[in-house]
């Protein structure tokens, strides 16, 4: 079993910016849910 990851070590590391997350919602979205024909998203995460 993995440890779960500190993010505040791991913060020093991460840059962020508007682009960045829009394109990680963009991607997290992409695989894990979708948007109906009303507009409404939903997110159904999966674990292999």
């Not at 919602?25 to 939903?42: C, H, P, Q, T, W």
Request: aromatic share 18%; charged share 25%; no cysteine.
């Amino acid at each position: 079993m993995k440890k779960p990851l500190d993010i505040e070590k791991l913060r020093q590391y991460i840059e962020y910016s508007i682009e960045t997350i829009v394109a990680f919602l963009r991607a997290f979205f992409d695989s894990e849910g979708y948007v109906d024909k009303n507009g409404y998203i939903y997110v159904f995460p999966i674990q292999i």
